[in-house]
């Protein structure tokens, strides 16, 4: 599923930074994430309190078509520890890079279910010891599940999901070759500019065109004009 970073809108136009953050707070977590599945659209939509290192490492591996945390608890009614996941070779390969920005696997994740078929999950995690973090998943297991569906329900009630889309979350190499590429320079002389090669190019190139929904890189260069992602020259 591709995903859509809710935190790279503007400012603005993205109301669950404070929730997350004051979420955490209150009951006393470290960090804590949001995501929906949309299975019709095949997208997965979210924001994260995470450091943005383990953001963008998370998004360029595509972990979210891997995360057990997602993948488990999207099959699941109840919320799911993360203690009962399946320690398998995929949550090997996102905790071990977790782990390298912080990040433990001494979590919690609260599904909830809406009537269109679209799955919202509320994950949070704490670096703590196994009996403070039961006696405290105890004690707020309620407001987290309240939480949950509040925040889902907010995002699938209001625009934020069509806003996202008329913002394509590329990454600033992508804007950068674009730009390149609206001044009419080719793929090799980017590359030279750059100072990587020309199948790199190609490769920021293509993912750019998948983002913008464009068939031709003239297609990409126009959306992205019309975006305001980059500048005609």
């Not at 707070?25 to 949309?38: E, K, P």
């Not at 979350?169 to 390149?180: F, K, N, V």
Request: glycine share 10%; charged share 25%.
């Amino acid at each position: 599923m591709d995903l859509i970073d809710l935190g790279q809108l503007p400012p603005g136009e993205r109301p669950f930074d404070s929730f997350l953050a004051q979420l955490c707070q209150r009951l006393g977590f470290d960090y804590a994430a949001y995501a929906g599945t949309n299975p019709v659209q095949g997208t997965i939509h979210g924001y994260v309190t995470y450091p943005e290192g383990w953001k963008k490492h998370y998004a360029e591996r595509g972990f979210q078509n891997i995360d057990p945390t997602l993948t488990t608890a999207g099959r699941s009614i109840a919320p799911v520890d993360w203690r009962r996941l399946e320690r398998d070779r995929r949550f090997d390969q996102v905790f071990r890079d977790a782990s390298d920005f912080g990040i433990v696997d001494r979590g919690l994740t609260v599904p909830v279910r809406g009537p269109y078929g679209e799955i919202g999950m509320l994950s949070v995690t704490r670096d703590c010891p196994v009996r403070e973090w039961d006696m405290l998943t105890r004690r707020v297991i309620s407001d987290l599940q309240s939480a949950a569906v509040h925040l889902h329900d907010t995002v699938m009630g209001s625009d934020v999901l069509s806003r996202a889309l008329r913002h394509p979350a590329l990454s600033t190499r992508e804007i950068e070759i674009l730009q390149w590429t609206a001044a009419g320079k080719s793929q090799q002389d980017i590359g030279d500019i750059l100072g990587i090669s020309y199948r790199t190019v190609e490769v920021h190139l293509r993912s750019a065109r998948s983002k913008l929904f464009a068939l031709t890189t003239p297609q990409a260069v126009g959306r992205a004009i019309g975006l305001g992602l980059i500048t005609p020259l």
